[in-house]
T-cell receptor, first 114, second 113 residues
């Protein structure tokens, strides 16, 4: 398997623009997680899905952030409008239903909002 | 008090040294404990996984969990320059508790040749 795939790998945009990050989880994995990583706050969970259904979005910072998972092989995280404080590395991770909670991370999308 | 505390370092050691990385936590419901390694500009990758208390060894790496003290450790023996990375502890209460992983902020380790 190719692992978790994220696109784009880098995104530079201007404040106020819409940003869409994409993720393809590992085939057969039931859970998908979106994280944000910054030096100040570390790795923060934004939202996670189980079988394409959002389970917990309590980490989504505000209404400017939204996430969807239309099918088992694709998810998006959208920021509209983007702000400079959204600059971070965004990771997608997936795992299968098991007793171990092991998550597999993608390479991340480095977002810079000017 | 944050759920998971981890000293961010940075930690710099000579090649061959024994490295000790630690995390403390406050949620007594945590029962799954993991260490992830993250190389610069890469995603975290699972290094060690432990369920409940005890030790687990894998090559040069040993993970320890002391639930009574709410303290976990990762030991690296005979450290190598290739071990230079950020190490993140992570833990969860598991299914029936919470499926979410809570991460420490990570400790940046540099092993000097």
């Amino acid at each position: 398997d190719a692992g978790v795939i994220q696109s784009p790998r880098h995104e530079v945009t201007e404040m106020g623009q819409e940003v869409t990050l994409r993720c393809k989880p590992i085939s057969g994995h039931d859970y998908l997680f979106w994280y944000r990583q910054t030096m100040m706050r570390g790795l923060e969970l934004l939202i996670y899905f189980n079988n394409n259904v959002p389970i917990d979005d309590s980490g989504m910072p505000e209404d400017r952030f939204s996430a969807k998972m239309p099918n088992a092989s694709f998810s998006t995280l959208k920021i509209q409008p983007s702000e400079p404080r959204d600059s971070a590395v965004y990771f997608c991770a997936s795992r299968e239903y098991s007793s171990t909670d092991t998550q597999y991370f993608g390479p991340g999308t480095r977002l810079t909002v000017l | 008090q944050k759920e998971v505390e981890q000293d961010p370092g940075p930690l710099s050691v000579p090649e061959g040294a024994i490295v000790s990385l630690n995390c403390t936590y406050s949620n007594s419901a945590f029962q799954y404990f993991m260490w992830y390694r993250q190389y610069s500009r890469k995603g975290p990758e699972l290094l060690m996984y432990t369920y409940s208390s005890g030790n687990k060894e894998d090559g040069r790496f040993t993970a320890q969990v002391d639930k009574s003290s709410k303290y976990i450790s990762l030991f690296i023996r005979d450290s190598q320059p290739s071990d230079s990375a950020t190490y993140l502890c992570a833990m969860s209460a598991g299914q029936g508790g919470s499926e979410k992983l809570v991460f420490g902020k990570g400790t940046k380790l540099t092993v000097n040749p």
